[in-house]
Nanobody, 122 residues
Framework: QVQLVESGGGLVQAGGSLRVSCAASGRTFSSYAMGWFRQAPGKEREFVAAISGSGSSTTYADSVKGRFTISRDNGKNTMYLHMNTLKPEDTAVYYC???????????????WGQGTQVTVSS
């Protein structure tokens, strides 16, 4: 069982930066691939980025590639999403998820956090 808690969301102006975090419970954090997803009002939840258990492999959605960076600190049981050059269309609730494999597909992830709101003003 893994419990995930996101933090660090907030309001930022377009062009600004923000870092969201995902803290995980349990002693097997490094055995899980982790992902970030987001859901804007009226839209389906979509993939943002994913990272392997060791942190050696990452993948990004085209919409955030070059602007967002996913990372993890297995010693702290924490994953991060560094977001730069934010745009109003990045506004959404950001969710972290844990699963057995790195994937851009929602149903490949077993555990989910409650989400943190990121709002980008124009």
């Amino acid at each position: 069982q893994v419990q995930l808690v996101e933090s660090g969301g907030g309001l930022v102006q377009a062009g600004g930066s923000l870092r969201v975090s995902c803290a995980a419970s349990g002693r097997t954090f490094s055995s899980y691939a982790m992902g970030w997803f987001r859901q804007a009002p009226g839209k389906e939840r979509e993939f943002v980025a994913a990272i392997s258990g060791s942190g050696s492999s990452t993948t990004y959605a085209d919409s955030v590639k070059g602007r967002f960076t996913i990372s993890r600190d297995n010693g702290k049981n924490t994953m991060y999403l560094h977001m730069n050059t934010l745009k109003p269309e990045d506004t959404a609730v950001y969710y972290c998820a844990a699963g057995p494999f790195t994937s851009s597909t929602l149903n490949r992830y077993t555990y989910w956090g409650q989400g943190t709101q990121v709002t980008v003003s124009s």
